[in-house]
């Protein structure tokens, strides 16, 4: 099994790509559990809820796993709960680090802000570029730091679907597509 892991800011087009990764290439998408616990408690999030939505998205990736797929596309991980957790409240759990760099994840692809617009969900709470900067920032460094592989994906949606396409697929092995007319 692979594992990859869409990471970056909100509204950078994690949950529509892995989408399109899916449709082309097969596997099994886990999606972002806090938007389920959202929806389900009908508020804001608050400091005490993110050990229950961190063990959420672990239990929903676990499952995921154990279903043993040849390709798991998580649209997220606990690197946006530790990142969210600490741009919100200024602190984390300290369990969620370690539970992170404990598990295998073969490739992260970062989505950056730039290039996309801000579309207000009723769940997102960064409409400033500024701010999506910052948390695309703190995923890029905690990835390099931690020696996670990762592909940086940037411009418009075609753009980054393009890139993404090619760099999944060379990473899974697939011969390189030529597009028609080419």
């Known amino acids: 099994m692979r594992v990859l892991v869409l990471t970056g800011p909100e509204s950078s087009g994690k949950s529509r790509l892995a989408?399109?990764?899916q449709a082309r290439f097969g596997?099994?998408?886990v999606g972002e559990y806090v938007r389920h616990f959202i929806e389900q408690q009908g508020r804001d999030t608050c400091y005490?809820?993110?050990e229950a939505i961190a063990r959420?998205?672990?239990d929903w990736e676990d499952r995921a796993?154990?279903?043993a797929p040849p390709l798991l596309i998580l649209d997220t991980h606990l690197l946006s709960n530790l990142l969210w957790s600490r741009t919100l409240f200024g602190d984390c759990p300290v369990w969620l680090e370690p539970a992170l760099l404990a598990r295998r994840y073969d490739l992260h692809l970062l989505l950056d802000p730039r290039g996309?617009?801000?579309?207000?969900d009723g769940q997102r709470c960064q409409p400033h570029l500024a701010e999506r900067l910052r948390f695309h920032r703190g995923c890029r460094d905690w990835l390099q730091a931690h020696g996670q592989a990762v592909v940086a994906l940037q411009g418009d949606w075609p753009a980054r679907e393009r890139q993404a396409l090619a760099r999944v697929g060379?990473?899974?092995g697939e011969p390189e597509r030529r597009e028609s007319g080419d």
């Open 116 to 120: 996309m617009p801000w579309v207000d």
């Open 170 to 172: 060379a990473w899974l």
């Open 48 to 50: 005490g809820d993110i």
């Open 19 to 21: 989408q399109v990764l």
């Open 56 to 58: 959420g998205q672990l």
């Open 65 to 67: 796993r154990a279903s």
């Open 27 to 29: 596997g099994l998408v």
